[in-house]
C-alpha cells in the first residue's frame, strides 16, 4: 500500500512458534540458523523464537493487535452474503466462517474480532449459538466469545453464521452521496480495511497471520467490485438491486477484503487488465493507463514467477480515498491523483502490482513485521520500473527520492523515536498512528542491502525461492532471517560465508534512526540539483525551458531539494517558482502540493488559499496531513476552518488522523 501510504514494524515480546500457516516441512532450526554465530541464536531464543525442542509449550498467537483466538483455531473459508444499503449507509447480511480446529484438546470457544458491529445472532454448525460481545479494549476493539459445547478435534471444521449489520462508527467505509461524486448520478461507497479495519465489518480473525479464501454474493442497486474474480454470468436482476458474485480462490488475510459500489464504468487496459471508475473520468483513466498494464505485469513476472491471481485490474476511486493505491487482490483500489494527464504518476500502479507478491501472497504475520510488506515491494517496485525504463539509474534516481522521505519522517519522529524502528512493537498501539515511510523506504534499504551483498545474479535466484517457500502463508522477520541464511548455506555459495556473517540482524532490526547510507547513482539527480543551486541565488532569473525535458518525478526532486534550503526563498522567488514552472496552475497534485510548501515555508500569504483548496479536492494522506500541518504553523485560522469545511469528505481514518494533527482530536 503506498502509493497508498505506509505502516508499521516488529517484536518479540511472546513466546512465539512458527506459525500454524508455516510450511509443515520446515525444521524449528533450520541448518544455516543451526551454524549462525552463537550471539545471534542466543538473542533469538531471549525473543521467545524457540522453548525447548517441542512446538507443544509455545504460543503460536504473535499479533498484539487481534484478541482472536486464532491459535486454536484458523478461518480456512469465509462466505460473505451481504446487502449494500446507501439509504441507511450500512452492510447487513451474514458472514458465515468455515474455522479450523487447531488443538489436540478440544476447543470449547471461538474469539472473533469485531469492532462497533451490530451483530444480531450466531449459529454454530446451522443451530443457533451461545455468545457474548465482551467490553471494547482500545485499540483492538470488542471480542466476540462463540461458545462450542462440545469442543472441536484438531483438524474439524466448524462453520459459524454470523447475522449482522455495520453502524455508523464503521472505520472501514466510507458513503459518498452523489452530490461528492463527480457526474453527481448516484451514491458511493468503498472499503479499506488496512491495518485493523476488517472487523467492523464484521467479526473476524482480523490479523495478516491467517488468510482465508472468500465467497462473495453482494446485493445493491449499483455496480459492485470486489477484492476477488467476478463470476461469469452469475449476477442476477433482484427488482431494484443485483446480485454480484464474486471468488476469491487464493487465500488472503482479512485487511484485503474489498467493496466498493456506485456508478462504476470499465473499459480494458491490458491482456489481463481492465480499470474501474465513474463513467466521467473512465476515457482519460484509460489513456493514462493502457499500454503500461503488460508491461508492468510481464517486468514483474521476470524478477519473481508468473502472476497467480487471474485478473489484475484498477479501480480509481474518488477523491476522498486516503491513499495512493491499496493492493486489494484483484482489484486495486487506487488514489485519481494518478490519472494526471501526463503519465507521471502511474509508477504506483507498479507498487500496488508488486504487492501480488510481497504482501498478497506472501504476508508479515503482524503489523509488527509490516516491513516485509512494504521493504520487499518497495523494492520489486523499482527493479520493475527499472527494467520498463532503462536501468540502474532510474532505480537509483527512485531510492534517492525514498531516502528524501525517509528523512522527513525520521526527522519528524526524531532519531530515537520508536516508530523510526525497522521491527516496532505494537502492544497497545493502533497501527494506524504508527503510520509512516519508515517500514518501506528503511525496509527497502534492508532488502537492497542484501541484493548488494551477494550480488545481483545471486539475489535474484533468492527471490523465486523465497516467495515460492512462503507463498500463500505469513512469516516473521526471524523467519525471512532463517529463510535467507537457509538459501545461502547451500555449498555453491560457500564463497559468501563471510560477507553472509557479518550481518547484523538484529541491528537491521531493532535501531532507531537512518539505516547505513548507501552510495547512489546520481547521474539523474544531479541535474535537479544544479537547478536548484541557481535558486540560492536572489537575482537567478527563471524560465519554462529549464525542467521542460524533465520528468515529473525529476521536478519532484528539483522541488524538494529547494525545501531543504537553510534560507527559504523569498516570497517574490517563490512566486516566480510557481509561475515559471506551471505549478500553481498543474493538474499534478505530487509537483502542487510540493510548491505549496515551498510557498508557505517562503510565508507567501497569496498561497494559503490554494493550500486550502487543494485540500479540498484530495483526500490522499500523502498530501492531506503533510500539508495540514504546515498550513497549521502559518495559518492556524485557515486550518480549522479549511478541516471543519472538508471533515465529511475525508476518510474515517484521514480524518481522525487530521484531528490529531492538529490537536482537535476528541
Not at 532488502?447 to 545474479?457: I, T
Not at 517457500?469 to 538459501?487: H, I, R
Not at 531539494?561 to 526563498?569: I, N, R, T
Given at each position: 500500500?503506498?502509493?497508498?501510504?505506509?505502516?508499521?514494524?516488529?517484536?518479540?515480546?511472546?513466546?512465539?512458534?512458527?506459525?500454524?500457516?508455516?510450511?509443515?516441512?520446515?525444521?524449528?532450526?533450520?541448518?544455516?540458523?543451526?551454524?549462525?554465530?552463537?550471539?545471534?541464536?542466543?538473542?533469538?531464543?531471549?525473543?521467545?523464537?524457540?522453548?525447548?525442542?517441542?512446538?507443544?509449550?509455545?504460543?503460536?498467537?504473535?499479533?498484539?493487535?487481534?484478541?482472536?483466538?486464532?491459535?486454536?483455531?484458523?478461518?480456512?473459508?469465509?462466505?460473505?452474503?451481504?446487502?449494500?444499503?446507501?439509504?441507511?449507509?450500512?452492510?447487513?447480511?451474514?458472514?458465515?466462517?468455515?474455522?479450523?480446529?487447531?488443538?489436540?484438546?478440544?476447543?470449547?470457544?471461538?474469539?472473533?474480532?469485531?469492532?462497533?458491529?451490530?451483530?444480531?445472532?450466531?449459529?454454530?454448525?446451522?443451530?443457533?449459538?451461545?455468545?457474548?460481545?465482551?467490553?471494547?479494549?482500545?485499540?483492538?476493539?470488542?471480542?466476540?466469545?462463540?461458545?462450542?459445547?462440545?469442543?472441536?478435534?484438531?483438524?474439524?471444521?466448524?462453520?459459524?453464521?454470523?447475522?449482522?449489520?455495520?453502524?455508523?462508527?464503521?472505520?472501514?467505509?466510507?458513503?459518498?452521496?452523489p452530490a461528492q461524486t463527480s457526474n453527481k448520478a448516484a451514491p458511493f461507497m468503498f472499503s479499506q480495511?488496512?491495518?485493523?479495519?476488517?472487523?467492523?465489518?464484521?467479526?473476524?480473525?482480523?490479523?495478516?497471520?491467517?488468510?482465508?479464501?472468500?465467497?462473495?454474493?453482494?446485493?445493491?442497486?449499483?455496480?459492485?467490485?470486489?477484492?476477488?474474480?467476478?463470476?461469469?454470468?452469475?449476477?442476477?436482476?433482484?427488482?431494484?438491486?443485483?446480485?454480484?458474485?464474486?471468488?476469491?480462490?487464493?487465500?488472503?488475510?482479512?485487511?484485503?477484503?474489498?467493496?466498493?459500489?456506485?456508478?462504476?464504468?470499465?473499459?480494458?487496459?491490458?491482456?489481463?487488465?481492465?480499470?474501474?471508475?465513474?463513467?466521467?473520468?473512465?476515457?482519460?483513466?484509460?489513456?493514462?493507463?493502457?499500454?503500461?498494464?503488460?508491461?508492468?505485469?510481464?517486468?514483474?513476472?521476470?524478477?519473481?514467477?508468473?502472476?497467480?491471481?487471474?485478473?489484475?485490474?484498477?479501480?480509481?476511486?474518488?477523491?476522498?480515498?486516503?491513499?495512493?493505491?491499496?493492493?486489494?487482490?484483484?482489484?486495486?483500489?487506487?488514489?485519481?491523483?494518478?490519472?494526471?494527464?501526463?503519465?507521471?504518476?502511474?509508477?504506483?500502479?507498479?507498487?500496488?502490482?508488486?504487492?501480488?507478491?510481497?504482501?498478497?501472497?506472501?504476508?508479515?504475520?503482524?503489523?509488527?513485521?509490516?516491513?516485509?510488506?512494504?521493504?520487499?515491494?518497495?523494492?520489486?517496485?523499482?527493479?520493475?520500473?527499472?527494467?520498463?525504463?532503462?536501468?540502474?539509474?532510474?532505480?537509483?534516481?527512485?531510492?534517492?527520492?525514498?531516502?528524501?522521505?525517509?528523512?522527513?519522517?525520521?526527522?519528524?519522529?526524531?532519531?530515537?523515536?520508536?516508530?523510526?524502528?525497522?521491527?516496532?512493537?505494537?502492544?497497545?498501539?493502533?497501527?494506524?498512528?504508527?503510520?509512516?515511510?519508515?517500514?518501506?523506504?528503511?525496509?527497502?534499504?534492508?532488502?537492497?542491502?542484501?541484493?548488494?551483498?551477494?550480488?545481483?545474479?545471486?539475489?535474484?535466484?533468492?527471490?523465486?525461492?523465497?516467495?515460492?517457500?512462503?507463498?500463500?502463508?505469513?512469516?516473521?522477520?526471524?523467519?525471512?532471517?532463517?529463510?535467507?541464511?537457509?538459501?545461502?548455506?547451500?555449498?555453491?555459495?560457500?564463497?559468501?560465508?563471510?560477507?553472509?556473517?557479518?550481518?547484523?540482524?538484529?541491528?537491521?532490526?531493532?535501531?532507531?534512526?537512518?539505516p547505513p547510507k548507501p552510495e547512489f547513482d546520481t547521474s539523474l539527480a544531479d541535474v535537479c540539483y544544479?537547478?536548484?543551486?541557481?535558486?540560492?541565488?536572489?537575482?537567478?532569473?527563471?524560465?519554462?525551458?529549464?525542467?521542460?525535458?524533465?520528468?515529473?518525478?525529476?521536478?519532484?526532486?528539483?522541488?524538494?531539494?529547494?525545501?531543504?534550503?537553510?534560507?527559504?526563498?523569498?516570497?517574490?522567488?517563490?512566486?516566480?517558482?510557481?509561475?515559471?514552472?506551471?505549478?500553481?496552475?498543474?493538474?499534478?497534485?505530487?509537483?502542487?502540493?510540493?510548491?505549496?510548501?515551498?510557498?508557505?515555508?517562503?510565508?507567501?500569504?497569496?498561497?494559503?488559499?490554494?493550500?486550502?483548496?487543494?485540500?479540498?479536492?484530495?483526500?490522499?494522506?500523502?498530501?492531506?496531513?503533510?500539508?495540514?500541518?504546515?498550513?497549521?504553523?502559518?495559518?492556524?485560522?485557515?486550518?480549522?476552518?479549511?478541516?471543519?469545511?472538508?471533515?465529511?469528505?475525508?476518510?474515517?481514518?484521514?480524518?481522525?488522523?487530521?484531528?490529531?494533527?492538529?490537536?482537535?482530536?476528541?
Amino acid at each position: 500500500m503506498w502509493g497508498r501510504g505506509l505502516l508499521r514494524g516488529a517484536k518479540f515480546a511472546q513466546l512465539s512458534s512458527p506459525s500454524p500457516s508455516s510450511p509443515s516441512s520446515r525444521p524449528l532450526l533450520s541448518a544455516a540458523a543451526s551454524a549462525a554465530p552463537s550471539n545471534l541464536l542466543s538473542s533469538q531464543y531471549q525473543r521467545g523464537r524457540w522453548f525447548g525442542s517441542s512446538t507443544a509449550n509455545m504460543a503460536p498467537v504473535r499479533d498484539p493487535n487481534t484478541l482472536s483466538n486464532y491459535d486454536a483455531w484458523r478461518t480456512r473459508h469465509t462466505t460473505a452474503n451481504l446487502k449494500i444499503d446507501f439509504t441507511d449507509k450500512c452492510l447487513r447480511g451474514s458472514v458465515i466462517l468455515e474455522l479450523e480446529s487447531q488443538t489436540d484438546k478440544a476447543s470449547k470457544e471461538i474469539i472473533l474480532d469485531s469492532s462497533y458491529v451490530a451483530v444480531n445472532s450466531i449459529k454454530l454448525n446451522s443451530a443457533p449459538s451461545t455468545w457474548e460481545t465482551k467490553a471494547r479494549t482500545e485499540p483492538n476493539g470488542s471480542p466476540v466469545h462463540i461458545a462450542v459445547p462440545e469442543g472441536a478435534a484438531k483438524g474439524e471444521v466448524v462453520k459459524v453464521e454470523i447475522q449482522l449489520a455495520t453502524t455508523d462508527k464503521c472505520t472501514a467505509l466510507q458513503w459518498l452521496t452523489p452530490a461528492q461524486t463527480s457526474n453527481k448520478a448516484a451514491p458511493f461507497m468503498f472499503s479499506q480495511c488496512q491495518a485493523i479495519h476488517a472487523r467492523s465489518l464484521f467479526p473476524c480473525q482480523d490479523t495478516p497471520d491467517v488468510k482465508s479464501t472468500y465467497d462473495f454474493n453482494i446485493t445493491s442497486p449499483y455496480v459492485v467490485v470486489a477484492s476477488g474474480v467476478p463470476v461469469p454470468d452469475e449476477t442476477k436482476e433482484l427488482g431494484e438491486e443485483k446480485l454480484y458474485k464474486f471468488q476469491q480462490k487464493v487465500p488472503i488475510p482479512s485487511y484485503l477484503f474489498a467493496l466498493s459500489s456506485g456508478d462504476i464504468a470499465s473499459a480494458p487496459v491490458g491482456k489481463r487488465s481492465c480499470v474501474c471508475t465513474g463513467p466521467n473520468e473512465l476515457k482519460e483513466s484509460q489513456w493514462e493507463l493502457e499500454g503500461d498494464m503488460d508491461k508492468f505485469l510481464e517486468a514483474a513476472e521476470k524478477i519473481v514467477f508468473p502472476y497467480r491471481w487471474g485478473e489484475y485490474n484498477v479501480l480509481v476511486l474518488p477523491p476522498s480515498f486516503p491513499y495512493g493505491g491499496m493492493e486489494n487482490p484483484i482489484f486495486t483500489f487506487a488514489t485519481p491523483t494518478i490519472i494526471s494527464g501526463d503519465k507521471q504518476n502511474i509508477d504506483v500502479i507498479a507498487h500496488e502490482l508488486a504487492h501480488s507478491w510481497s504482501g498478497n501472497l506472501v504476508t508479515s504475520c503482524s503489523w509488527e513485521h509490516f516491513w516485509l510488506n512494504e521493504g520487499w515491494t518497495m523494492y520489486l517496485e523499482r527493479r520493475i520500473l527499472a527494467s520498463i525504463h532503462g536501468g540502474d539509474a532510474h532505480f537509483d534516481f527512485s531510492a534517492i527520492r525514498g531516502w528524501k522521505a525517509l528523512e522527513e519522517a525520521i526527522k519528524e519522529y526524531g532519531e530515537d523515536h520508536e516508530f523510526t524502528k525497522l521491527c516496532i512493537s505494537h502492544k497497545g498501539i493502533d497501527p494506524d498512528d504508527a503510520f509512516s515511510t519508515v517500514p518501506y523506504e528503511k525496509g527497502f534499504h534492508f532488502v537492497w542491502s542484501l541484493d548488494r551483498l551477494v550480488g545481483r545474479e545471486n539475489f535474484d535466484k533468492f527471490i523465486p525461492y523465497y516467495f515460492g517457500k512462503w507463498s500463500n502463508k505469513s512469516l516473521d522477520s526471524y523467519e525471512f532471517k532463517d529463510t535467507f541464511l537457509e538459501f545461502f548455506s547451500a555449498p555453491e555459495y560457500s564463497d559468501l560465508k563471510d560477507k553472509i556473517g557479518s550481518i547484523d540482524w538484529e541491528s537491521r532490526f531493532h535501531s532507531t534512526g537512518l539505516p547505513p547510507k548507501p552510495e547512489f547513482d546520481t547521474s539523474l539527480a544531479d541535474v535537479c540539483y544544479e537547478l536548484a543551486e541557481k535558486w540560492k541565488g536572489k537575482d537567478f532569473t527563471p524560465s519554462p525551458s529549464d525542467v521542460s525535458s524533465w520528468t515529473g518525478n525529476q521536478i519532484l526532486v528539483f522541488l524538494n531539494a529547494v525545501q531543504d534550503f537553510e534560507q527559504p526563498l523569498t516570497v517574490e522567488q517563490s512566486q516566480a517558482l510557481g509561475k515559471a514552472y506551471g505549478l500553481i496552475e498543474s493538474k499534478n497534485a505530487e509537483l502542487k502540493a510540493a510548491y505549496f510548501h515551498i510557498a508557505m515555508r517562503s510565508k507567501d500569504t497569496s498561497a494559503y488559499q490554494g493550500v486550502a483548496d487543494l485540500l479540498g479536492d484530495v483526500g490522499r494522506m500523502k498530501f492531506v496531513r503533510p500539508l495540514f500541518r504546515g498550513l497549521n504553523k502559518v495559518d492556524r485560522e485557515l486550518a480549522i476552518k479549511t478541516f471543519e469545511k472538508n471533515r465529511e469528505f475525508y476518510h474515517p481514518i484521514c480524518r481522525q488522523m487530521v484531528e490529531k494533527d492538529l490537536g482537535v482530536a476528541a
